[in-house]
Structures are given as structure tokens and as C-alpha cells.
């Protein structure tokens, strides 16, 4: 065998060999009660402007009957998770179907590479074929090596394209939030149900285990919508750029100063999914969590009509002269 091709071997062993060990050393995941706090090292929160924070978000004791038990209904990552977060929305199902595509494309390219490697390192090598070919051109390769990655790449294209527009697109909205970024919080507004608007921050850790939320992803207050309604989201920015994406929803839209985006979703179930701002924003960036509670149109309603009745609850303060984000005096 040629000096060559030990080395080929060797190193397909030694990756192998690498994969197996990485696989053994992993623990069974234990997959921890729904809303549990995951035991991780303490990280310091953010400074918070907020007042004092209670246990209770108005609204919050009419939607505690929300099916969020089920591991489907609860958008985030869980130990032991390496696939994308179940589809909360069909625009998410179809970027996923879209992943699988491109995996399978993808995998019988790698296969088939592969495979023409090894096979030309066992059939011409220096000691099986000590006298090599001398031709340059073979017409019938040259075409199939030609066609065959238009024909892919024309596969992808075709596929791509709906996806791309289904998500850039926003039909015909059921109700509208707007989602305001700011360092290192969210803002929102419900134009469409009575113009409140409250400030969404992260839980500190010990509230945040206390309220049963994620570490990192549990929010003051959050965002709740009716299931089967097509919302759209209109994103902007008070300082720098932000990013608003809830991977189960299937968005992400940055949030730009002096400009409004917009993205759209329609969940197909009820349940909490939580998301993070995605664009580096600072020191903070990493405590700025997206928590949206999916509920029936009645519970919606209930929440809405408690929060209307409520005026005093939200207030504007002004930092610097300047109009700051809307600051909750008694929320959790």
C-alpha cells in the first residue's frame, strides 16, 4: 500500500475514531420538567430600569391554563436537542422541509465525492496502476460534470423562491404589534387593541426560577396572541440594531433606528415560545429574550380586556431629555 494512501486511511480511522468517542462521552440528555430553571453557571443580569418587578403580569392568571406542559408547546431548546425547535407555524414547517432538501442534496454529494476519492486512490494508485494515462478530455464527463449541478442548483432555486416570498410577504393581518428594540430591552405596542404598550425585559435568575421561566428567556412581560390569527409585526429600533427572530415562528427581521420592518406569523397551536434578539447590539446583547404566549381567541380577549382596564399600569419616563421605552410600575 502506498505512503499515500495509509495517510487517506489514517485519517478517515482517526475521524472516526473521533466521532465514536465524542458520541459515548455525551450523557443521556434528562430531559427536565416543562418551565424548569436548567442548572447552568450564574450569569450576572443586566441592569435593569424597570421598577421592582412582582410575580404577576396583568392578564398573566387568565392565560396559567395555557397547554404548555407538552415539550411541542414550549419553543425553545431542551438538553440533548441538535434538530430545529418543532415548527410552531406552517411558514417554519416549510423552512424546515426546505433544510431536509438541501441536507439530502447535500449528503448524496458528500457520498458521492466520497466514494470517486476513494475509489480513485485504490485504482490508480502509484502501485496498481504504476503507469498512468495520458488522456485530457473525455466529452461525455465533462457534460455530466456540467448539467448535473445546473439541474441542483435549478432544484434549489425553484424550492427556494416560495419560501423566500411566503416570508417576505404579509397577507392580510388579523391584528398588528409593534416591537420597538432598544439596549437592552423590548418595547410593544397592541395598535389594534386599545394602544397599550409595555416594556419586555429579562427575568433576573432568581425570578426567573421562581416563575418556573427558562434562565436567560423568561421576560417581565410578554407578548400574548391569539392561536390561528395572522399577526403582523412591525419592528423598529430606538438606538441601535436589533434583530426580533422566534426560531419556532420561523422569523427573524432586523429592527433598524428610523426605519420599520415588518414580518408576520400565524401559530397553529397554542403554547410559549421564546426567541432573542439576533443582531450584536452590545454588552447586553445576549439578555435581550423574546417570550410570546400563544392562547385562545377567548383567553386573548380576557387579557386584553383586564389590560384596558388598567390604564395606570404603563407609564413613560424620560431619560436625557429624550422620550425612553415605556416603563411598567407593576408588572412581575
Known amino acids: 500500500m502506498s505512503a499515500s494512501l495509509k495517510r487517506a486511511f489514517f485519517f478517515v480511522a482517526l475521524l472516526l475514531a473521533a466521532f465514536v468517542?465524542?458520541?459515548?462521552?455525551?450523557?443521556?440528555?434528562?430531559?427536565?420538567?416543562?418551565?424548569?430553571?436548567?442548572?447552568?453557571?450564574?450569569?450576572?443580569?443586566?441592569?435593569?430600569?424597570?421598577?421592582?418587578?412582582?410575580?404577576?403580569?396583568?392578564?398573566?392568571?387568565?392565560?396559567?391554563?395555557?397547554?404548555?406542559?407538552?415539550?411541542?408547546?414550549?419553543?425553545?431548546?431542551?438538553?440533548?436537542?441538535?434538530?430545529?425547535q418543532p415548527a410552531a407555524t406552517d411558514h417554519a414547517q416549510t423552512i424546515h422541509d426546505f433544510h431536509v432538501l438541501l441536507m439530502v442534496?447535500?449528503?448524496?454529494?458528500?457520498?458521492?465525492?466520497?466514494?470517486?476519492?476513494?475509489?480513485?486512490?485504490?485504482?490508480?494508485?502509484?502501485?496498481?496502476n504504476p503507469k498512468p494515462s495520458n488522456f485530457s478530455h473525455n466529452t461525455?464527463?465533462?457534460?455530466?460534470?456540467?448539467?448535473?449541478?445546473?439541474?441542483?442548483?435549478?432544484?434549489?432555486?425553484?424550492?427556494?423562491?416560495?419560501?423566500?416570498?411566503?416570508?417576505?410577504?404579509?397577507?392580510?393581518a388579523d391584528m398588528t404589534i409593534k416591537a420597538i428594540g432598544h439596549q437592552w430591552n423590548w418595547s410593544y405596542e397592541y395598535p389594534d387593541n386599545g394602544n397599550f404598550s409595555f416594556l419586555s425585559e429579562m427575568l433576573s435568575e432568581d425570578k426567573a426560577l421562581a416563575a418556573h421561566?427558562?434562565?436567560?428567556?423568561?421576560?417581565?412581560?410578554?407578548?400574548?396572541v391569539p392561536v390561528g390569527k395572522i399577526v403582523r409585526v412591525i419592528v423598529t429600533s430606538q438606538d441601535v440594531i436589533h434583530?426580533?427572530?422566534?426560531?419556532?415562528?420561523?422569523?427573524?427581521?432586523?429592527?433598524?433606528?428610523?426605519?420599520?420592518?415588518?414580518?408576520?406569523?400565524?401559530?397553529?397551536?397554542?403554547?410559549?415560545?421564546?426567541?432573542?434578539c439576533s443582531e450584536l447590539c452590545g454588552v447586553n446583547h445576549a439578555f435581550m429574550p423574546i417570550?410570546?404566549?400563544?392562547?385562545?381567541?377567548?383567553?386573548?380577549?380576557?387579557?386584553?380586556?383586564?389590560?384596558?382596564?388598567?390604564?395606570d399600569i404603563y407609564q413613560y419616563s424620560e431619560t436625557d431629555g429624550a422620550p425612553a421605552a415605556?416603563?411598567?410600575?407593576?408588572q412581575h
Open 140 to 172: 461525455l464527463v465533462e457534460v455530466i460534470w456540467t448539467v448535473v449541478p445546473v439541474v441542483i442548483l435549478v432544484l434549489i432555486f425553484v424550492r427556494s423562491i416560495p419560501v423566500l416570498y411566503e416570508g417576505d410577504v404579509v397577507p392580510k
Open 21 to 84: 468517542t465524542q458520541v459515548a462521552a455525551q450523557p443521556a440528555p434528562a430531559t427536565p420538567a416543562p418551565g424548569a430553571a436548567t442548572e447552568v453557571p450564574a450569569t450576572p443580569a443586566p441592569e435593569s430600569t424597570a421598577p421592582t418587578a412582582t410575580t404577576t403580569a396583568p392578564g398573566e392568571a387568565a392565560l396559567s391554563a395555557a397547554p404548555n406542559n407538552d415539550p411541542q408547546n414550549i419553543g425553545r431548546a431542551l438538553p440533548g436537542d441538535y434538530d430545529f
Open 243 to 276: 434583530s426580533w427572530a422566534v426560531p419556532a415562528f420561523g422569523v427573524k427581521i432586523d429592527a433598524v433606528p428610523g426605519r420599520l420592518n415588518q414580518t408576520w406569523f400565524k401559530a397553529n397551536r397554542e403554547g410559549i415560545f421564546y426567541g432573542q
Open 291 to 311: 417570550e410570546v404566549e400563544v392562547v385562545s381567541q377567548e383567553r386573548f380577549d380576557q387579557w386584553v380586556a383586564e389590560t384596558k382596564t388598567k390604564p
Open 213 to 224: 421561566e427558562p434562565r436567560l428567556l423568561g421576560a417581565t412581560t410578554h407578548i400574548v
Open 326 to 330: 415605556p416603563v411598567a410600575s407593576n
Open 105 to 128: 442534496i447535500i449528503t448524496i454529494i458528500t457520498v458521492f465525492v466520497m466514494a470517486l476519492l476513494v475509489w480513485v486512490m485504490i485504482r490508480y494508485n502509484a502501485r496498481v
